[in-house]
């Protein structure tokens, strides 16, 4: 059975992809920070989607059809923006097109585009954190939070640095291939600490 795959990796990948390609990306610069730090409803305000019909049960309290709040960086915040979120990718496909990457492909493009948005759900579940927090200082409270090593923060933010050089470009010497494998063992740390997404 073919896994499904979220939305949110799928529009954070393509992008990625855009912007290490050198292509223009500000058009859509305040759609792609809010969705990357979290910001549900900035991002549906932006795009102005549909928000599926649902119902919570929070401590006793049963919510129909909430509306998105600053809060909700969590799976209901993904699942309130998922029609955003497709309407946007669309948006974006029809601007930039479909091209090729030779160093980095587009399944990890959508691993590199879940892995800052499912650390900052984690933090946060824990601990609340705001908008303006450095993604390098959520990572380094993650060893309180869970319990961490100092080896395996170092890990995260060595796989870090490969979203950083996507977002702001190559630096001299600097190898996509020993990036990718710095990503991949922080992708195993992730995954060791059950720092994933889940359906």
Same mark, same amino acid.
């Not at 939070?145 to 995260?156: E, F, Q």
């Given at each position: 059975?073919?896994?499904?795959?979220?939305?949110?990796?799928?529009?954070?990948?393509?992008? %990625?992809?855009?912007?290490?390609?050198?292509?223009?990306?500000?058009?859509?610069?305040?759609?792609?920070?809010?969705?990357?730090?979290?910001?549900?409803?900035?991002?549906?305000?932006?795009?102005?989607?549909?928000?599926?019909?649902?119902?919570?049960?929070?401590?006793?309290?049963?919510?129909?059809?909430?509306?998105?709040?600053?809060?909700?960086?969590?799976?209901?915040?993904?699942?309130?923006?998922?029609?955003?979120?497709?309407?946007?990718?669309?948006?974006?496909?029809?601007?930039?097109?479909?091209?090729?990457?030779?160093?980095?492909?587009?399944? %990890?493009?959508?691993?590199?585009?879940?892995?800052?948005?499912?650390?900052?759900?984690?933090?946060?579940?824990?601990?609340?954190?705001?908008?303006?927090?450095?993604?390098?200082?959520?990572?380094?409270? %993650?060893?309180?939070?869970?319990?961490?090593?100092?080896?395996?923060?170092?890990?995260?933010?060595?796989?870090?640095?490969?979203?950083?050089?996507?977002?702001?470009?190559?630096?001299?010497?600097?190898?996509?291939?020993?990036?990718?494998?710095?990503?991949?063992?922080?992708?195993?740390?992730?995954?060791?600490?059950?720092?994933?997404?889940?359906?």
């Amino acid at each position: 059975m073919k896994e499904e795959k979220y939305i949110i990796g799928i529009v954070l990948g393509y992008v %990625l992809k855009i912007m290490k390609s050198s292509k223009k990306e500000t058009k859509f610069n305040r759609e792609f920070a809010s969705i990357r730090h979290g910001n549900y409803p900035k991002f549906i305000n932006l795009v102005n989607g549909n928000i599926p019909e649902m119902v919570l049960y929070n401590h006793g309290e049963i919510e129909v059809n909430p509306k998105p709040k600053t809060e909700n960086i969590d799976f209901v915040g993904l699942f309130m923006a998922g029609p955003s979120m497709k309407y946007f990718y669309e948006k974006c496909v029809s601007e930039y097109g479909v091209f090729i990457d030779n160093e980095i492909s587009n399944e %990890l493009y959508y691993q590199i585009g879940l892995f800052e948005i499912t650390i900052r759900i984690h933090a946060n579940n824990h601990k609340k954190i705001e908008e303006n927090h450095t993604f390098e200082r959520i990572i380094n409270d %993650l060893r309180q939070s869970l319990s961490l090593s100092a080896n395996k923060i170092d890990t995260l933010q060595k796989g870090r640095k490969l979203l950083n050089v996507i977002k702001h470009g190559m630096k001299k010497n600097y190898s996509w291939s020993e990036g990718i494998t710095d990503f991949k063992k922080a992708q195993n740390v992730m995954n060791e600490r059950q720092i994933v997404l889940e359906y």
